[in-house]
């Protein structure tokens, strides 16, 4: 390649000195190149009788002197150039007579034919360039052997630079950490399987939301492993070229299967792994092909039982059955989000290098983060130092991880301009929330409420849980509802009237209500009939629309015993409310006056009726398969 290089450089120039050569050829071209002065000048040197030989082309004169002139600040030349004015000098011919003056006249400037051929040349330079890159992306590289030379130096690359990541560093992911330090053990010891019989797996796949670390587990098994490891994301299989995904998996494996034991790790599956027969090429898509190559290698007449293929994806709804089947991918590694003992062993791992303060708990951050990933959770481990620096501190304080973690859930403070009546009537409705978890026996604990506008919300009131729940049992389900709407019930109790703040409360209790009736049984009237109009994607967390499998009838039935729940929780609301407006009207006027309360204060406002919040009454106990709670209530 570096000779090309050299041949096309030396081409380049070639043409360019014959380009110039051509330009400056003819007995008067030296005359015409000389340096340009007005036309007046030109006269008057005529005129003078300084001028003893014209060249003439099209509209420009060239003069060759009887002596030097100074054209320019210190420049003096003999020969000057000027252009004939665009309206002509018809007495220019007598004075050159008059002079005796030798007069030549060139032809226009004609276009050589390497002036028509150039943009050819250029165009055709342009384009080989660019076949000859393709090409060495198809043979794999630059230079021969090029791609297995890259998987070899990346290899290489990754053992002995950067921070070496090993299993100390992946917390809260102990299921998915044995299944993979197995894989470890066999490559480093083979002999102790095959006195059993055991063969090894052929292939992982790690499965899981984003951010969870399946990339981080297979960092720390490369850092782990003595054996080569090699690392490449699927999506660099596929070219424009049909037949060069499938020639770079053969590569990669060749070249596993001469440094067997080794591990190979594809990230990001989906990428080619979808199911066949989707794309718009059918049998002959380049996707397809590479697919069909990558399951040839995996479990196909030629075995390689000494390499084993570890793969990432977070969408294993979408991947072939082919690759899922036992022989390929054997084991199905599955990374949930973490629960609150998980993410404290995370944030320890995050916080292992920076300055805390003594008032840092870290098990209080682990309960106050429900649904945080293991990314989610170093990001907010980073952005609490980084507000540290920001405000000058030598340690990181409890108050740098509660700003941010208020700013990952709910946004930046904003300087929102609010009328008087608009502040109070937005401490009244979250009051009301505060109110109804504070005295609702099956509420999850208070932790703040605020008034501050942030981000799209204008206030909310945080509730930690005391324990991570997995199951929701309905008398919780009830009590969440009353508090969802108790900042309606509260303005209707304390201003005779509602607003619009409810917006997202009543969406959400909405949501909850049908999630009771229509997927939980949680209603007498229906029953335990399953009649959901949507399938939740396991690992997106959106809501995919399916084909509704019941009557008219029996969607009236489910929205009548919704919109009853929703009645029964708002009734609730108002009587405990009406039963303790004294309490909640103090904490109305502390909260507006202060804005932002933290759960001693809560409990000083509404101490006096704390006695009696065993006797609210709750629904009818039930259990539910619910997987997540709401623990934040914002307007």
């Not at 003992?341 to 309960?367: F, T």
Request: charged share 25%; proline share 4%.
């Amino acid at each position: 390649m570096f000779g090309n290089k050299w041949i096309w450089i030396a081409l380049f120039a070639g043409l360019f000195y014959i380009l110039m050569l051509q330009s400056f050829s003819g007995g008067g071209g030296a005359v015409l190149n000389g340096p340009e002065v007005s036309y007046t000048r030109f006269k008057s040197l005529l005129s003078a009788g300084d001028v003893n030989r014209i060249v003439m082309r099209e509209s420009k004169i060239g003069a060759a002197l009887n002596r030097e002139i100074e054209v320019r600040s210190g420049q003096f030349s003999a020969v000057i150039s000027t252009r004939m004015p665009p309206y002509g000098d018809t007495g220019l011919l007598a004075e050159m007579e008059k002079h005796g003056i030798e007069v030549e006249v060139l032809a226009a400037k004609e276009r050589g034919w390497l002036i028509i051929i150039l943009p050819w040349l250029i165009f055709i330079g342009i384009y080989a360039f660019i076949w000859m890159r393709m090409r060495n992306g198809m043979m794999g590289g630059f230079g021969p052997g090029g791609y297995q030379d890259f998987l070899k130096s990346d290899t290489v690359t990754k053992e002995e630079t950067g921070h070496k990541v090993t299993f100390k560093d992946v917390a809260g992911q102990d299921n998915a950490k044995k299944e993979v330090a197995e894989v470890v053990e066999f490559l480093r010891n083979p002999e102790r399987f095959r006195r059993m019989g055991a063969e090894p797996p052929r292939g992982i796949l790690l499965m899981g939301p984003p951010g969870t670390g399946k990339t981080l587990l297979a960092r720390a098994l490369a850092g782990e492993a003595e054996v080569p490891f090699f690392n490449i994301s699927a999506s660099e299989f596929i070219e424009m070229f049909v037949g060069v995904g499938a020639s770079r998996v053969r590569s990669m494996f060749a070249e596993a299967k001469k440094r067997a034991p080794c591990i190979i790790f594809i990230d990001e599956l989906d990428a080619v792994g979808r199911v066949r027969g989707a794309g718009f090429g059918g049998g002959h898509d380049e996707r397809e092909q590479t697919l069909n190559q990558i399951l040839s290698e995996m479990d196909g007449f030629e075995g390689h039982e000494e390499v084993v293929v570890l793969a990432a994806t977070n969408r294993p709804d979408v991947l072939d059955p082919a690759l899922l089947r036992p022989g390929r991918f054997d084991r199905h590694v599955t990374l949930d989000l973490p629960d609150k003992s998980a993410r404290e062993a995370i944030l320890r791992v995050h916080v292992r290098d920076k300055p805390l303060a003594d008032d840092v708990d870290l098990s209080i951050i682990a309960a106050g983060t429900p649904g945080f990933s293991g990314a989610d959770l170093k990001n907010l481990a980073n952005e609490a130092a980084i507000e540290c620096v920001r405000q000058g501190e030598e340690h990181i304080l409890m108050r740098h991880f509660d700003a941010m973690r208020d700013r990952v859930l709910l946004g930046m403070e904003r300087n929102l301009t609010m009328l008087p009546d608009e502040k109070h009537r937005l401490a009244v409705h979250e009051a009301g929330h505060t109110a109804l978890a504070h005295f609702l026996p099956n509420a999850d604990p208070l932790y703040k409420v605020t008034i501050i506008p942030r981000g799209r919300s204008l206030g909310g009131t945080h509730m930690l849980p005391e324990e991570e729940r997995h199951t929701m049992p309905s008398e919780h389900l009830h009590d969440h509802l009353a508090v969802m709407l108790g900042g309606r019930a509260a303005e209707q109790v304390f201003l005779g009237d509602v607003s619009s703040g409810a917006d997202d409360d009543i969406r959400q209790a909405t949501k909850l209500a049908r999630a009771m009736v229509a997927r939980w049984g949680m209603s007498d009237e229906i029953g335990p009939v399953d009649l959901r109009q949507s399938e939740d994607h396991p690992f997106l967390g959106r809501e995919m629309a399916s084909h509704r499998e019941f009557s008219d009838d029996t969607a009236h039935d489910v929205d009548i015993a919704v919109r009853d729940l929703l009645h029964h929780a708002e009734t609730r609301a108002l009587d405990v409310l009406s039963n303790h407006k004294q309490e909640i009207g103090k904490l109305i006027d502390v909260l507006e006056e202060r804005e932002t309360l933290n759960r001693a204060e809560i409990e000083e406002c509404l101490r006096d009726s704390h006695e009696v919040a065993g006797k609210i009454e709750n629904g009818k106990s039930n259990n539910s398969s619910a997987t997540s709670d709401l623990r934040l209530i914002k307007k």
